[in-house]
């Protein structure tokens, strides 16, 4: 994508030269391994465009790699052409047109992605590719990548935990505030390798050990996506309440309490006392917002603005809200500009909605300081291919927004190269303390 504005070949050349730091993603090792044409292009997030033009029927079939492929083509050519000019679908095409040459999507063009598609478990395949998205490091949620969870259970017993390719991790929250069962907390507390299940104090106390060696692993913050699973309307119940709860659960091993509605006293008193240990460890939080992925979801549910009560709550905490809100933007934009303790995050909704987002960045720059401002997340969960084309379209979305303000005489050419630098690099370089280094450019121009 481009714009005619005359800034804008300078801006989006700047773009390209920075750096680029991945807010947010889920990759835990290379890969995936494609296992046909469909599966290299349209998994994950296209194919919940080509689902929501279809029926479930539909889109089981055209995604079932058990089914030779060609006999699916026809099928899914007629919903590609449907759907194809979404904010996904331009993450597809990008990659059609880079990755193997293509232009228009035909059955001969499908024969050639069969041949070309690229081995993204080999890590130095995976790894070039991440080099030519210029992604420098990359903020990886590993623990919802969709591998086994086996790896959260061993990070105090093991001296190391294999990172993925240029990751940091986040501590994934939600697994250790949703506990209703004698056997959740089992699990959760594993890494301690002691029984310390009788009371809410020692259940407390033992998921600080273990995000403290989570920390001490490397992670950079904390990560928190309970919108899939219940509204993020997070009340603030009293410690007694939490832990009538707690005892429930503890007294009988076979007791299950009901999720969301018996378990929330203790579910939302825990995640009140997670975000106390991450003012007291100095780690931001990192919230999911707006859209959710898949289908049929209740977006309400996940709206940001749910959070006030939170993000008043614990001003000693960095939030970083996630997804541009999508699509509750007006929300989103007040919470970043009304807290100080609030930061924005554009990670997934560059794709999600790439016109949304050019307004967004615009609006962005007009509304709150663009010191705030964290311009990308590839969160396509492995599929470098597709990690290197949502970057691409970031770097367009946000040419394009800067170069009309620049044109307005909003901004001069240096002021938006700043903001680019800020967007992509420096502004989560300092939020999450990563210690990568300043970078410099000649500014003339
Ligand atoms: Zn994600």
């Known amino acids: 994508m481009k714009s005619l504005s005359k800034s804008f070949p300078m801006l989006r050349e700047f773009a390209e030269l920075v750096p680029i730091i991945d807010c947010h993603d889920h990759t835990l090792k290379p890969g995936p391994r494609f296992l046909d044409p469909i599966h290299a292009l349209v ?114 017993t093991e001296n190391t935990l294999a990172l993925p390719p240029r990751g940091r991790m986040v501590i994934s929250l939600p697994h ?75 007294s009988d091993p076979r007791r299950k309490a009901s999720y969301p509605d018996q378990l929330k006293p203790l579910d939302d008193y825990l995640f009140h006392r997670f975000l106390d240990m991450a003012a007291d460890m100095d780690l931001p939080v990192q919230l999911h917002t707006g859209l959710l992925a898949g289908i049929r979801h209740d977006v309400s549910k996940a709206n940001a603005i749910l959070l006030r009560p939170v993000l008043e709550l614990h001003r000693d905490v960095k939030f970083d809200l996630f997804h541009g809100n999508w699509p509750y933007s007006g929300e989103w934009l007040f919470l970043g500009k009304n807290y100080p303790n609030v930061y924005l995050n554009f990670c997934w909704v560059n794709t999600i909605d790439p016109i949304y987002s050019q307004r967004l960045f615009q609006q962005a720059v007009s ?17 470098a291919t597709h990690a290197w084309a949502h970057s691409q379209l970031a770097k367009d979305n946000i040419a394009i927004a800067l170069s009309d303000l620049v044109d307005m005489e909003y901004l001069s050419m240096k002021e938006a190269k700043d903001i680019i630098k800020a967007w992509l690099y420096d502004n989560p370089n300092r939020v999450f303390k990563l210690g990568l280094p300043d970078l410099h450019f000649s500014q003339e121009g």
């Open 176 to 250: 250790f505030h949703s506990i209703c069962s004698y056997d959740d907390i089992q699990t959760r507390m594993a890494p301690l390798n002691r029984v310390c299940t009788k009371t809410l104090d020692d259940y407390v106390t033992g998921c600080y050990e273990i995000f403290q060696q989570f920390k001490e692993l490397g992670a950079v913050a904390f990560k928190d996506q309970t919108p899939y699973n219940k509204s993020i309307s997070f009340s603030n119940p009293t410690r007694a309440e939490a832990e009538k709860v707690f005892n429930w659960i503890v």
């Open 43 to 156: 998994e994950g997030y296209f194919a919940t465009d080509l689902w929501s033009v279809s029926s479930d029927n539909d889109i089981q079939y055209v995604l079932n790699s058990k089914i030779p492929w060609r006999e699916r083509w026809p099928l899914f050519k007629e919903l590609w052409d449907l759907a194809k000019n979404t904010g996904y679908g331009q993450v597809i095409k990008s990659v059609l047109r880079e990755f193997y040459n293509i232009d228009e999507l035909t059955f001969e063009g499908m024969e050639e992605i069969e041949k070309k598609m690229p081995n993204l478990e080999d890590p130095a395949v995976f790894d070039s590719i991440l080099e030519k998205a210029n992604i420098t490091l990359r903020i990886c949620d590993i623990f919802n990548d969709g591998s086994s969870l086996d790896v959260i259970t061993v990070p105090g």
């Open 367 to 383: 509304s709150l300081p663009h010191g705030k401002i964290f311009g990308y997340g590839s969160d396509y969960v492995g599929y």
